[in-house]
């Protein structure tokens, strides 16, 4: 391959051209040759050369000012100086310039050859790389995928926002993939501390606090050892509080001391330490219903809502879905050692078509079962769960925003009882404050039954408590 490469040789010096010409001949590469800048750069531009090897001194355009031309245009061909033995300076100064590597006069076939297949290897490896970056650009942006434009600004924020210590504040439905953000922004911030995830709602309130603040020997019953917290662990990292509206309220008072005064004090004594944490917080509820109901503090809701990060819903993102969805299969099909499934029409259909409740997470889970499950044909209808194909058949024509508590579309009897069902499941799930199980008995319907209209009917799952 490198040897089918087109090499133009720049020399004003006859003999010099001729010579260079004659050794890449035998080498194997399609040669031009230039007499002086000017004309090197008209064939560059004009015809594919693939590496350009030139003289320093050349009337009209020498071979420094032809570099920098080169790169002027943001042309990145390499480019290999010949200088005359005892001239090495003036090589190594355009190599400052962004030039390859430089041979010597006399030449000496061996390092001709050695350079010139070095020039073109290293500029081969760089296409591929920067084409494998461009393949995955087209995809999403590092392990994230989507190429929906709510996923760029998502990406466009993270890399904004990475290298600040600003507090964000992630919300979305759940599994959209807020830790996912999270964990980025700590890995593009250059921050030297950990990453220290904290599921708010996982940890009992009894203990959060000790878990969070640390502790002194004797600072309560059991406390036989001094004990350092979670913020001070994460010291010069990111603490990523998971969950954020289930801390109760006395120890988010706590918590915004921390952050207004990046200070922590163990329980059990007066003591003030400095910390230097930076804080990432999430919810998949509303952040200003929570702040209205008084499960999230105003002041630490503003405190960390500095950047906000709104994760769109999968089903906002039709377009997203089967590019994710052939990410999962490549990864478990690896996982599998798997050749890479297809999907089938069918299954591409039943896949755009499904509301996604659980968003990504649900996908992948399903992706997963479905690639196991074909043990290796191709993925169709029949490998995704049956209440897929139930929703996808049942749904209706439109999705529409039925908080109105308006009766539209009320033309056929299917139609009106299904706006009705709509209005009691959303004003259940509102009265219940999102969550399902509590919707459920106040509808006087198993939890199973309202899960399957949420997904019949398209309803988001915004302030989901599973
Ligand atoms: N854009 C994406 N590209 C690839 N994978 C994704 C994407 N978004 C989410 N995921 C994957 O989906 C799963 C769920 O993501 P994550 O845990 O970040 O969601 P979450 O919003 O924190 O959910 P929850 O609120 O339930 O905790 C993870 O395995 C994650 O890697
Ligand atoms: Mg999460």
Redesign the pocket.
């Known amino acids: 391959m490198l040897q089918s490469a087109h090499v133009l040789v720049a020399d004003d010096e006859k003999n010099g051209r001729r010579m260079l010409e004659i050794l890449l001949n035998q080498l194997g590469f399609q040669v031009s040759t230039a007499a002086d800048g000017a004309e090197a750069l008209e064939i560059i531009r004009t015809t594919s050369i693939d590496l350009l090897i030139t003289d320093l001194n050349m009337p009209k355009m020498d071979g420094l000012a032809l570099l920098s031309a080169l790169r002027g245009e943001g042309n990145e061909l390499p480019v290999i100086v010949v200088t005359a033995y005892g001239t090495v300076e003036s090589a190594v100064a355009a190599m400052k310039q962004g030039a390859f590597d430089f041979i010597v006069r006399p030449l000496d076939v061996e390092q001709v050859e050695m350079v010139v297949h070095h020039a073109l290897e290293s500029c081969r490896l760089k296409q591929e790389n920067t084409f494998l970056r461009d393949q995955l650009d087209k995809k999403?942006w590092g392990?994230?995928?989507?190429q929906n434009s709510a996923?760029h600004n998502v990406y466009d924020l993270i890399k904004q926002v990475a290298p600040s210590k600003a507090s964000v504040f992630?919300s979305?439905?759940?599994?959209?993939?807020?830790?996912?953000?999270?964990?980025a922004i700590h890995r593009h911030s250059g921050r030297s501390g950990l990453f220290v995830p904290i599921?708010c709602a996982a940890i009992p309130a009894s203990i959060l606090e000790s878990e969070l603040f640390g502790y002194v020997r004797g600072a309560f019953t059991g406390a036989d050892k001094d004990r350092i917290g979670k913020f001070e662990f994460a010291h010069q990292g990111t603490v990523f509080l998971?969950?954020i509206t289930e801390i109760p309220l006395e120890i988010q008072t706590k918590l915004l001391r921390v952050l207004q005064e990046n200070t922590i004090e163990r329980l059990g004594t007066n003591r003030n330490s400095k910390i230097d944490i930076r804080v990432i917080a999430?919810?998949?509820r509303n952040p200003r219903l929570a702040v209205d109901q008084g499960h999230l503090r105003e002041d630490v809701y503003y405190r960390l809502n500095v950047v906000n990060i709104n994760?769109p819903p999968l089903r906002d993102r039709q377009d997203?879905t089967l590019l994710?969805a052939n990410?999962?299969i490549e990864k478990y099909c690896k996982q599998l050692g798997y050749p890479k499934l297809q999907l089938s029409t069918a299954a591409c259909e039943l896949l755009t078509a499904y509301p996604w409740p659980?968003?990504?997470?649900e996908?992948?889970n399903i992706i997963e079962r479905a690639v196991v499950i074909s043990r290796g044909s191709k993925i169709d209808e029949e490998h995704l769960p049956q209440e897929m194909v139930m929703v996808e058949s049942q749904q209706l024509p439109l999705q529409r925003q039925y908080d109105d508590g308006g009766l539209q579309d009320c033309d056929n009897l299917e139609n009106c009882v299904a706006s009705l069902e709509i209005r009691m499941i959303n004003n259940a799930l509102q009265n219940a404050e999102g969550s399902k199980a509590q919707a459920a008995r106040s509808l006087k319907i198993s939890e199973r039954t309202l899960w399957y209209k949420l997904k019949k009917y398209k309803i988001g799952v915004t302030y989901?408590e599973?």
């Open positions: 999403g392990e994230f995928i989507g996923m992630i979305g439905e759940t599994g959209t993939g807020k830790e996912l953000v999270a964990r599921n998971d969950e999430a919810t998949n994760l997203d994710l990410s999962f659980g968003n990504v997470r996908l992948e989901a599973e």
